[in-house]
């Protein structure tokens, strides 16, 4: 089947901006995780739903970061009042409770450009 | 906190060598370590994938091992190829997290 897929693929945006990136995972997988990749680094952790809700959100840098994932399926990645800082690839990831347990599958990712 | 070391930061092969990358961890009590591949721009491709009670994994020419009450885990190549050459990634998973290294890049030599 398809795999997780990531909209947009980049962004550009100014200072200050709100800014949402969608991530579509894998169908049936009910793990989701949000990740963001500065250049020259490995991801670095923000997010974990299982289901509809975060089980961790432990990662996600301060309170202008915010992500849901109403039904399950879908989740949107949102960040208000963007900062120059926050330019990285932010990368989704889902995984099934079935098989290979918690093996990660990757997204494209979105490339975030804050001018 | 877990911190995940990759060690060489750069390798440059002709092709054809076999080759091993190294991935150490800081915390022994991991779920299990995963290896990735990631092509310049692109997201990341997993290669495999060993649980915490297993040693090693293979696929076509790659092994992966995992001793992990030393905190360690190598990816072997074997016969590289142009092909190969990537960024490649390892990822432990510790509680809900999954904690990565910074990569190693790899270049095949034709």
């Known amino acids: 089947g398809a795999g997780v897929s990531q909209t947009p693929s980049n962004k550009v945006t100014e200072k200050g901006k709100y800014v949402e990136l969608r991530c579509d995972p894998i169908?049936?997988?009910?793990?989701l995780y949000w990740y963001r990749q500065s250049l020259g680094q490995g991801p670095e952790f923000l997010i974990y739903f299982q289901g509809t809700g975060a089980a961790d959100d432990s990662g996600l840098p301060n309170d202008r970061f915010f992500a849901v994932r109403p039904e399950g399926s879908v989740s949107t990645l949102k960040i208000q009042r963007t900062e120059r800082g926050d330019s990285a690839v932010y990368l989704c990831?889902?995984?099934?409770?079935?098989?290979?347990?918690?093996?990660?599958?990757f997204g494209p990712g979105t490339r975030l450009t804050v001018l | 906190k877990q911190e995940v070391t990759q060690i060489p930061a750069a390798l440059s092969v002709p092709e054809g060598e076999n080759l091993v990358l190294n991935c150490s961890f800081t915390d022994s009590a991991i779920y299990n370590l995963q290896w990735f591949r990631q092509d310049p721009g692109k997201g990341l491709t997993s290669l495999l994938l060993?649980?915490?009670?297993?040693r090693e994994q293979t696929s076509g020419r790659l092994n992966a091992s995992l001793d992990k009450s030393s905190g360690r885990s190598t990816l072997y190549i074997a016969a590289s190829q142009p092909g190969d050459s990537a960024t490649y990634l390892c990822?432990?998973?510790?509680?809900?997290?999954?904690?990565f290294g910074t990569g190693t890049s790899l270049t095949v030599i034709p």
């Open positions: 169908s049936g997988h009910t793990a």
């Open positions: 990831a889902s995984s099934s409770p079935t098989g290979s347990y918690n093996e990660q599958f």
């Open positions: 060993i649980q915490s009670s297993q």
């Open positions: 990822a432990v998973k510790a509680g809900n997290q999954f904690y």
